[in-house]
Structure formats: structure tokens, C-alpha cells
């Protein structure tokens, strides 16, 4: 079948218009009533994200290529753009926890692979889903990956010029980001040079087929899903008035910070278990994504709700996120 290029162009807008929105705004940051931020961000993640999809299928890998380059997305941002993986003062972050080797060690852990699920692999797997037909081909031609190259640079700028207005002055060490450069390079070849090629397209199991019992119900894998969405972020990022992870203080900081990493690391391996089986069906991606994405929506209305009205607009949100949810799991069946 040949792919329009309308059609590509379409879904590659979605993606770049859904991606901020998964990764911010359905956590509560912005508030809703400061939604226009997204335009701001939207050049970086929209375009990150678009970018890393149009690499990832030209160079024919999978979601493990998909998650290293997300976790290379969020040191761009995070190290390079608003530097706040160095930064002493910027949103306060180097107080949760001590800093390692210059970094803010407790955000770093958190906000890396947040990045690397919740602003890359999640956004492209909900327009995989929306746009199955496209699933496995780059949605861009060579003038469109590009563009989405040049926009994503841009953005970056443009973060990095804003971030001059809430932490003046500050400049990262020279040799911080010559490290965060050459980590980024390191996962680039890794993703898109070493790991081995899935099948493509995947072979898939017969619609009648029985999914093997390795493989939960999809209400379970939701389940599971916001258990470890909401336990990873409750672990790492403080809430509740609490200035450390977990409400813990001095040295103890360090116990949710290793059960954070112990929990994602479970996480993986169960998915991992999961997906290599011929009984992971679409249905069971969406209860993945739409597990991880509701609690993360009912964390941030409980830890990022600065006002009443900020936490009922966010739930309210959450509420029309999840219909839309069950829409396209209509779909999917």
C-alpha cells in the first residue's frame, strides 16, 4: 500500500501537537490556565519527538531505539536547554537530594526517563494506534525530517532563552556539557547502530488466536501500568509539602531512590516478558498507555494543584483524557 504524503504529514502533526500535551499538561505543569505555555514547547517536544520517530523507523528498530533516544531527548532538554540536571537554584532541585558529580541526582533520576516514556515512547505509541496503517514507516519525507531537525534546534533555543528569565546567570560547566553531548551521541549509535533490527513489520498472531497466559488481560496490564507510573513519580518527586523524596531526610533520601530504580527495572522486565509473546495485541499497548498516563494524571492533580481550582480544571482533564481513551479502545477492538 503507498502511504499518502498528506496522511504522513497528518500524523506527524498529531504527534507533535500531542506530545507536550501528554508530557505537561496532563501532569498539571502548566496549569490549564496557563496552557499557552505549550506554545513555547511545543517546537522542542513536537518536533524531538517527530524526530526521533522519523530516525527510529528509517533506521528500522524498535521501542528499546525509541526509549534510548528519549532518554538522549531529555538530556538535550533537561542538560543542555534548561540545564537544570546542574543547575543549584533552578526550581529548587538540588535540595531533594545530594548532588552527584554536579548533578541534581534525585531529578536526574526522575526526569530522564520521564522523558524518555512519557514525552517520546507514549505519545508515539497512542498515533500507532490512532494511525495503525503507518505504524511501522516514517510518516516524513527527507525535506520533512529536516524541517522537524531544524524546528527541534530551534526549540531548544528557545528553552534555553526563556529559562534566562528564572535562572539568571547561571551557565552549566563547560565539561558538564561536553559529557551531556557525547552521552547523547553514545545513545544515538546505540539506538540507531547497535541494537539489532525487530521483525518489520512484527509478525503478529492470528486475531483469533488465544493470548498466552504470560500475557495478563489488559485491565491488569492497566493496573500495573499506574502502579508503576504513579510509585515512580511518587517516590522521586516530593509532594505533599515534602522537600525530599518520600518525605524522607538526610541520608534516607537514597531508599527511594534505589526502590524507584528497583520498580523500573521490574517494570521492564515484566513488559519485556510480555511483548515477546505472539498474544500482545493492540488492546494491551492502549491498557499500557492508558494506565500509565491516568495515574500520572492523578499524581500530578496531587502533587502540582497549587489551587482548588487548578486541581478540579487538571481532573476534569483526567476525565476527558480517559473517554477518549475508551474511544479509541472502541477502535482497537
Do not use: K
Request: aromatic share 8%; charged share 10%.
Amino acid at each position: 500500500m503507498v502511504t499518502s504524503p498528506a496522511r504522513g504529514r497528518w500524523a506527524a502533526l498529531l504527534l507533535a501537537g500531542l506530545t507536550p500535551v501528554v508530557a505537561e499538561l496532563t501532569l498539571g505543569n502548566p496549569p490549564l490556565r496557563q496552557a499557552w505555555l505549550l506554545l513555547l514547547w511545543t517546537p522542542i517536544y513536537g518536533a524531538g519527538t517527530v524526530l526521533i520517530r522519523e530516525l527510529v523507523r528509517r533506521a528500522g528498530r524498535g521501542w528499546y531505539a525509541v526509549l534510548l533516544l528519549g532518554a538522549a531527548y531529555g538530556i538535550v532538554e533537561e542538560g543542555l536547554a534548561l540545564q537544570a540536571l546542574t543547575s543549584p537554584t533552578l526550581y529548587g532541585v538540588a535540595g531533594w537530594a545530594p548532588r552527584v558529580l554536579g548533578l541534581n541526582s534525585a531529578y536526574t533520576e526522575l526526569n530522564i526517563p520521564y522523558h524518555a516514556v512519557f514525552s517520546v515512547a507514549l505519545p508515539i505509541l497512542l498515533v500507532d494506534l490512532v494511525v495503525p496503517a503507518l505504524r511501522h514507516r516514517p510518516y516524513l519525507g527527507r525535506t520533512g525530517l529536516v524541517v522537524a531537525a531544524v524546528v527541534f534546534v530551534l526549540g531548544a533555543l528557545l528553552l534555553r532563552w526563556t529559562t534566562a528569565f528564572v535562572d539568571p546567570g547561571y551557565q552549566a560547566p563547560p565539561a558538564a556539557l561536553v559529557a551531556f553531548v557525547l552521552v547523547i551521541a553514545a545513545l544515538a549509535v546505540l539506538a540507531l547502530r547497535v541494537l539489532p533490527r525487530p521483525p518489520n513489520p512484527p509478525a503478529a498472531a492470528p486475531r483469533t488466536a488465544a493470548a498466552p497466559r504470560t500475557v495478563p488481560a489488559p485491565p491488569v496490564i492497566a493496573c500495573l501500568a499506574g502502579v508503576a507510573a504513579f510509585g515512580y513519580l511518587g517516590l522521586l518527586f516530593p509532594f505533599g509539602g515534602a522537600h525530599h523524596p518520600a518525605f524522607t531526610r538526610g541520608g534516607w533520601v537514597a531508599v527511594p531512590m534505589a526502590a524507584a530504580a528497583l520498580l523500573a527495572v521490574a517494570a521492564g522486565l515484566l513488559l519485556r516478558r510480555w511483548t515477546a509473546h505472539g498474544g500482545w495485541r493492540d488492546r494491551h499497548s492502549l491498557a499500557l498507555a492508558g494506565g500509565a498516563l491516568v495515574a500520572h494524571t492523578a499524581f500530578g492533580v496531587i502533587a502540582n494543584g497549587a489551587t482548588t481550582t487548578d486541581r478540579v480544571s487538571l481532573a476534569a482533564l483526567g476525565v476527558v483524557m480517559t473517554v477518549l481513551l475508551a474511544l479509541l479502545a472502541r477502535r482497537t477492538r
